[in-house]
């Protein structure tokens, strides 16, 4: 895929050091292997040494490159304990308690994460969201000025000529169930932030709803036109490249003949290549849908608002999808001191 290749193109000129939590999953290690084998950076997997290493050798897969840690037996051990028991959260944690809790693989790579040690973190692939989100949020902190985090998909659709040549944001899909005005503001913003990273271009938004510019007066169709002029006015205040439009129904985004009818003087309908969905049951359902049955390749949840790259994988992404998701991690941290300069300056190495 293009958008995969061109990713890979650039970020083989600044390799990235990226933690996959679940070690001893075959799908991880191979996805790690491959991440190496490309050239892409540094794959660092936590786990038994042992475990791994007989995964690995039972499913023929090179270890060459790939840093083995074992939480128990790590050298940041101590520090990362300290570091917890420092949490308000956790104020007065007995130690068996704390080393039980930062050995667990997922608040050790969250810990990693936190202190530099790795520049980007993909997880979740065997258990739900909240397993690898509760860390991240609880240790991660969120950019400054941002309240919300939420999550993307990017999806790249085969043979279609919508969107971006079949290639589309969907946000938000994992995080948020019910968003304020405010809230689905941030996930515009931070969605077209991405993909502008990604791609160069200037995105174009659509904020989906059942209704195309007044077509229906609800509430709901309300909150969605306020969020849209929230989200256009931030562009406009920060000068940034981006169009954005709503409310709209998704053929009138997507269709441009289906938008000469409802959305004729729209600057995005008929051409969105960023959906904003009012609600999680909608985009979640949503992305599914259009990954099933269209054969698309599905790269995410890439999460948005958090001062350091991170991923929460699909329980059913397929090596090649994991591997994606590396790499658009990656892009991120080497393009974080960009989209946010006092963050990245601070933290990530370009």
Known sequence: MKFIRHLFEKLQQYPKRIIFPEGTEPAILMAASEYVQCKLGVAIVLGDKAQIEKVAADKGIPLNRIHIIDPSKGDDLQLFMKKLESMPRY??????????????PNYFASMMLHGGQVDGLVGGYTSASGSILRPLFQI??????????????????????????????????????????????????????LNRQLTGEAPRVAMLSYSTKGS?????????????????????????????????QVDAALVKEVAEIKAKESPVAGRANVL??????????????????????????????????????????????????????????????????????????A
């Not at 991660?140 to 919300?148: A, F, H, N, R, W």
């Not at 689905?184 to 077209?192: G, H, K, M, R, S």
């Not at 099933?292 to 397929?318: H, M, W």
């Open 140 to 193: 991660i902190k969120p950019l400054p000025g941002v309240k919300t985090i939420s999550s993307c998909m990017i999806l790249q659709v085969p043979a279609c000529e919508l969107g971006d040549n079949g290639l589309f944001y969907f946000a938000d899909c994992g995080v948020i169930p019910n968003p304020t005005v405010e809230q689905l503001a941030n996930i515009a913003v931070e969605t077209a932030k």
């Open 91 to 104: 104020k007065g944690i007995n130690e068996a308690d704390a080393l039980k809790i930062v050995t667990h």
């Open 276 to 349: 904003i969905f009012p609600d999680l049951n909608s985009g979640n359902i949503a992305m599914k849908l259009v990954h099933r049955l269209t054969n698309a390749k599905a790269f995410g949840q890439i999460l948005l608002g958090l001062d350091r790259p991170a991923a929460d994988l699909s329980r059913g992404a397929s090596v090649d999808e994991i591997v994606g998701i590396a790499a658009i991690i990656g892009m991120r941290a080497v393009h974080y001191r960009q989209l946010y300069p006092e963050q990245g300056a601070r933290y990530l190495k």
């Open 216 to 248: 229906a007066k609800t509430q709901d169709t309300e909150k969605i036109a306020a969020a849209t002029s929230l989200a256009r006015q931030y562009f406009i205040d920060h000068d940034l490249d981006v169009e954005i439009d709503g409310e709209l």
